[in-house]
């Protein structure tokens, strides 16, 4: 039986030059495998992009192929001008996935190289690493104009300005559209701010712009949510067998669910905000209050969405918003139509806030399975002196949606490989409305 708390197998961690298509400048590689100390993998639905870390330490003969320009094998950090550029091929093998942490045909891309501690001739490194598309993004402007779907957009935007395979983008498609020019934006930006004003063919407005292991992401928050737990079973904070199935799904450390300073969340309009348009074509003033029990259907949890200061009196709002509408300002022609109006997206202020009520942090044995995005259930003790009512908290067990993940992997014997999880959700409760 697998046991997912054993240490990964650093199978590949290759550090060499390549050109701007990813092609080996020259074979000249260097193997950090031998001072490997730490390695960690990230992935956020806040991060248009992967990142990773390495701790590597250096005792002058510790890395395969480091040598400085009179060819005397020896530290890593002499071995090169510059590293930062540079390609790492990295694969890690672990039991939760046959085929591992597999990066070298999407390799990452040396961000910075930087001396960490140095004594008794041994110096430790810290390596900063992200996606050949980081890079990618800052040297490229956007300077088109679009006038699709935001959707469509999203896609033309990946795949023409950062010639992102389309097998690694995956879009939700949005029922609004908005014409726009890149005013020499950087994709990732662009994109970003599309998210906030995309709403779904169905559900709540807001959308999440992420990389994972999968590719690039343009989720629609509620079909995120939907989405089945992954695996069939949940995680369960308790002691179990070491070597049973149950123990790749135990929680190993977690913080109790957090929900916020309510101060805060009423300065922001997290309830409820007042929302003022003027439209200069037709100089036309209108008022719309955006009340989140109105705007937010609750998916995960069971409660409905809490009705603090959501009263019906207009006079007990916690932010007002004014925004100047536009009006075919980017199609050619005179017309009046309001581009992309906000009615169809505003409410998704409301649904990121709403989204991030519940938060809870988790360690896990690593499951290379899992990726940010994805749905995962979990079950939390209940304190009771009445076991036989049952022992999850059916206030905050339940499924939560990933939002941070991390893989982390040391030489602990122990606890050597395990995945790190930041996960959120919009309501309470253990069960959601159909029953599961």
């Known amino acids: 039986m697998a046991n997912w708390s054993r240490p990964a197998i650093i199978e590949e961690l290759l550090i060499y030059d390549a050109d701007a298509a990813g092609t080996i400048v020259n074979e000249s590689r260097i193997d950090l495998s031998g001072g490997f100390t730490v390695f960690e993998y990230f992935e956020s639905l806040f991060s248009p992009h992967i990142t990773a870390s390495l701790i590597f330490v250096d005792t002058g003969g510790s890395a395969s192929g480091a040598s400085d320009v009179q060819e005397r094998l020896g530290e890593v950090f002499n071995s090169s001008t510059n590293f930062k550029g540079k390609i790492m091929d990295i694969r890690i093998s672990h039991e939760s996935l046959s085929t591992g942490l597999n990066l070298a045909d999407y390799p990452l891309e040396v961000i910075a190289f930087n001396p ?145 300073d309510l101060l805060t969340q009423l300065r922001g309009g997290a309830f409820k905000f007042k929302y003022e348009t003027f439209d200069l074509s037709s100089l036309k003033y209108n008022v719309q209050y955006y009340k989140i029990s109105d705007e937010i259907e609750p998916i995960i949890g069971s409660d409905e969405i809490a009705e603090i200061y959501q009263s019906s009196n207009t006079e007990e709002y916690g932010r007002t918003v004014l925004s100047v509408l536009d009006s075919g300002n980017h199609e050619s022609g005179i017309t009046t139509a309001v581009n992309n109006d906000p009615k169809n997206w505003f409410s998704s202020k409301l649904r990121y806030t709403s989204l991030l009520f519940n938060s809870c942090d988790i360690v896990v044995p690593c499951n290379l399975n899992l990726k940010a995005g994805d749905v995962i259930n979990c079950s939390f003790p209940k304190l009771t002196q009445d076991s036989a009512q049952g022992v999850s908290d059916e206030k905050i067990s339940g499924k939560y949606l990933i939002l941070h993940l991390s893989h982390k992997f040391t030489g602990d014997g122990q606890t050597g490989s395990t995945t790190h999880i930041t996960m959120v959700r919009d309501t309470n409760g253990m069960y959601s409305s159909s029953g599961e």
């Open 116 to 260: 960490l501690t140095s004594k008794d001739k041994v110096k430790s490194y810290g390596i900063k690493l992200a996606s050949e598309y980081a890079t990618k993004n800052e040297n490229t402007k956007v300077r088109k104009k679009y006038s699709n779907s935001i959707s469509n957009s999203v896609t033309t935007i990946l795949t023409e300005e950062l010639e992102v395979p389309s097998d690694r983008i995956t879009v939700d498609n949005t029922k609004n559209s908005e014409a726009f020019e890149g005013m020499g934006e950087r994709p990732f930006e662009l994109i970003r701010d599309l998210a906030t004003r995309a709403a779904p063919d169905s559900g709540s407005a807001g959308y999440f712009f992420y990389e994972a292991v999968n590719g690039f992401n343009f989720r629609s928050i509620d079909k995120l949510l939907s989405q089945p737990n992954v695996g069939t079973g949940a995680y369960v904070y308790s002691d179990v067998g070491t070597f049973c199935n149950a123990s790749n799904f135990r929680i190993l450390e977690y913080t109790p669910p957090k929900d916020g």
